[in-house]
């Protein structure tokens, strides 16, 4: 197994440099080390249905958003499970793929996953187009809540491994304030630690670049 960079809640700074190096190893041996730490409890045949679902991903071009970009879904399966949450092969594949939509690989992917795979995939597919505006957000966000409880934790961990590259871009005062009240003040409701961590990280960085 090569160093450990995948989260589990330790200070900030240390959680930046992993998430910053986890973006310049292959992807491929990050998945190995998840594999290894999270899929425990998975057996032979299980790990050799996501295994082949990561190959599958490996070979679409997902480098064309960000250079090793499948680093941040492996490292938020790896989230997912450390959540506590109960955990299937169908629910990691779910986590791998869950920007196939924005990125334009349902098709290439849909008939790997379970349709309520792929519903909870739309619901969490975002219009780019209309990112900025508060009506649509709250929408956005209240669907996903509505959805499940599960859905908008997911959500959050998604939002925190994405925070954790800690580039300013990433922390203008409309940022903040989207991370404040459509994560933040929901997220409260169903998972405090998340809560609490998400929340300091926010003010850390704001303090930082402000």
């Not at 589990?8 to 200070?11: A, F």
């Not at 879904?73 to 450390?82: G, K, T």
């Given at each position: 197994m090569s160093e450990n960079l995948f989260f589990?809640?330790?200070?900030i700074e240390k959680e930046e440099i992993k998430k910053r190096k986890s973006l310049l190893i292959s992807p491929k041996i990050l998945f190995e080390d998840f594999v290894d730490i999270s899929l425990k409890k998975f057996n032979k045949d299980e790990i050799t249905e996501i295994k082949n679902f990561f190959f599958i991903l490996q070979n679409l071009n997902f480098d064309k958003i960000y250079k090793n970009y499948l680093s941040h879904?492996?490292?938020?399966?790896?989230?997912?499970?450390?959540a506590g949450k109960k955990v299937s092969p169908q629910e990691i594949k779910f986590?791998?793929?869950h920007n196939i939509i924005e990125n334009g690989f349902l098709d290439e992917i849909k008939d790997k996953l379970e349709i309520n795979?792929?519903?909870k995939i739309k619901v969490l597919t975002i219009?780019?187009?209309?990112e900025t505006n508060l009506e649509y957000l709250n929408t956005y966000y209240n669907n996903i809540e509505k959805y499940s409880e599960s859905l908008l934790i997911f959500k959050s961990l998604d939002k925190l491994?994405?925070?954790l590259i800690g580039e300013k871009y990433l922390f203008s005062e409309y940022s903040i304030n989207l991370?404040?009240?459509q994560i933040c003040a929901r997220l409260k409701k169903y998972d405090l630690r998340l809560y609490d961590?998400?929340?300091s990280a926010v003010n850390f960085y704001e303090k930082k670049y402000s």
């Open positions: 589990n809640y330790e200070n879904p492996i490292r938020l399966a790896q989230m997912w499970c450390l986590v791998l793929a795979q792929i519903k219009d780019r187009n209309k491994d994405n925070l991370l404040r009240l961590y998400i929340n």
